[in-house]
């Protein structure tokens, strides 16, 4: 089975569509599994299932001037070096962001799973059987021209050549989440670039495993929240340690007025000139920077 590119965690399945244009909160879900919905826990009378967490969680804050992460509780202070975010405040404009949204409106939106809508601009990909096929895809679209080449500036992302862009709709009314996930890495690179737009909202970076802080009884499994403060209208890119090892999510409770994020992601080492899928790649990069895509 192929998937959308940004199925990189989570098995979507086709998802019914939402005409352009339209901004309503949506009257269908396309939950499956353990996944939910605000809609689906009143028609189908099931719960939201949080992901379990262990009795001890550790609930710190990201600092992006000093790069720390600090613990929220003020008991006592405590801080840790938190590497591999990079905030970019004011990215776009008030009015390149309603341009932005206008335009995502027009196309139609997708229902994907716990609440969310899509938008997808890149190849259909098999990750388990780690195959590719273009399938219609026809490059990122116009409005991300611009974007792009402003993201270059930045020294941090002047070489970033994205090769996909998934735009996703998040609204309270349809108790819209992500669960804690890490990205694919086989065909996804280093970097995960995000736009956020239309409100405020916080990404929770969370890892898990045996006395990380050695605050708990011995044996006891305990898990480290970092709260990733993300403003309207920026930027933000996961790299590195917070790319591969630290899981992120966007909880219901952190989703409190309408919130869209494209996330733009580049090619792996693999698919890159001298990689065994450097032909592949190329293909692929030569079509998404023709900036001429629609959503597939």
Not at 42 to 60: D, T
Not at 173 to 182: F, K
């Amino acid at each position: 089975m192929y998937l959308s590119s940004s199925s990189a965690v989570t098995v979507e399945e086709d998802a019914a569509m939402m005409a352009p244009g339209s901004t309503d909160a949506g009257s269908s879900c396309a939950c499956k599994g353990i996944r939910r919905c605000l809609l689906c826990e009143k028609i189908k009378e099931n719960k939201h299932l949080e992901a379990s967490e262990p009795k001890l969680v550790h609930r710190f804050l990201y600092d992006p001037e000093t790069r720390l992460a600090v613990r929220r509780d003020a008991e006592r202070p405590e801080s840790f070096p938190f590497p591999g975010v990079f905030l970019w405040e004011d990215f776009i404009s008030e009015e390149e962001e309603e341009e932005l949204i206008h335009s995502m409106d027009q196309d139609v939106w997708n229902h994907s799973q716990s609440g969310r809508r899509k938008q997808d601009f890149g190849p259909k990909v098999n990750f388990k059987k780690k195959k590719v096929r273009f399938a219609g895809f026809s490059g990122l679209p116009a409005s991300s021209r611009n974007l792009v080449v402003r993201m270059q500036r930045d020294p941090s992302l002047a070489d970033f050549r994205p090769v996909e862009q998934c735009n996703l709709d998040y609204h309270p009314e349809r108790g819209s989440a992500i669960d804690p996930h890490l990205d694919d890495s086989w065909l996804w690179g280093e970097r995960l670039v995000t736009v956020n737009m239309l409100s405020d909202t916080v990404l929770t970076m969370s890892l898990r495993q045996h006395g990380l802080l050695g605050d708990g009884p011995e044996g006891e499994e305990e898990e480290v929240h970092v709260a990733v403060r993300l403003p309207r209208r920026c930027l933000v890119v996961l790299f590195g340690e917070a790319r591969h090892r630290w899981k992120h999510a966007i909880h219901r409770t952190d989703v409190q007025q309408r919130r869209v994020c494209s996330t733009y992601r580049e090619l792996s080492e693999e698919f890159l000139p001298g990689g065994e899928q450097a032909e592949t790649g190329a293909q692929l990069l030569h079509t998404a920077l023709s900036f001429t895509g629609t959503p597939v």
